[in-house]
């Protein structure tokens, strides 16, 4: 006998039969899309979004420090080699693992997720879960470096010295918010491939 899966409305939450093409709900005749691949496509997208913003963050300076007439432009690598050198090491290490490692990690994290759900890969599902709640619980951690920038953009307001904030800076708190909407995006249903049922 050829087993059927199932897709529940997401109107009326009746269960109808999923036939793979365009199913309309027998109760409330709404139409019932497939939710799993709008998921992947907008979380895939906003990655690889994310992904091309991540560039401009390091390329271009997060910080322009204007003194007495001297500019002085920092990016985020800079500034890190900079707060070295001056002996400021843990919040020179605070701010490479935020902004420089937990990024491209999230990246590695969603990127092997998506490509879970279309591969059948050897991990469990329970691991897949685990993997991406901590996507979840690290993302916000990459905004440091734009809190620091905009607390000295705010803070300092010396006759002769001024801080803005670098075009990096706008980049790279876009870049977050892109990481943060491809994990939100993600549906974590995708990883049960083999579950009986398959919701909207």
Request: net charge positive; glycine share 4%; charged share 15%.
């Amino acid at each position: 006998m050829k087993k059927h899966k199932y897709i529940a409305c997401p109107l009326c939450g009746a269960v109808n039969a999923d036939t793979q093409s365009i199913i309309i709900c027998r109760r409330c005749k709404h139409k019932i899309y497939h939710q799993k691949s709008k998921s992947y496509s907008r979380s895939l997208a906003f990655l690889i979004t994310a992904m091309i913003l991540y560039i401009p963050a390091n390329l271009y300076p997060i910080l322009i420090t204007n003194q007495l007439g001297h500019t002085e432009e920092n990016t985020i690598i800079g500034g890190i080699v900079s707060l070295w050198e001056h002996g400021s090491y843990p919040i020179a290490v605070i701010i490479l693992v935020a902004s420089v490692f937990v990024p491209i990690v999230k990246f590695i994290m969603l990127i092997y997720l998506l490509v879970s759900v279309s591969v059948n890969t050897k991990s469990s599902s329970t691991d897949k879960h685990k993997l991406f709640y901590i996507t979840e619980v690290i993302g916000p951690w990459s905004m440091v470096d734009v809190f620091v920038v905009a607390i000295l953009a705010t803070l300092v307001h010396y006759a002769y010295v001024s801080i803005i904030p670098g075009v990096a800076a706008t980049a790279f708190a876009l870049m977050v918010l892109f990481t943060m909407l491809s994990a939100h995006s993600f549906d974590t249903r995708m990883i049960l491939k083999d579950s009986k049922y398959e919701t909207a």
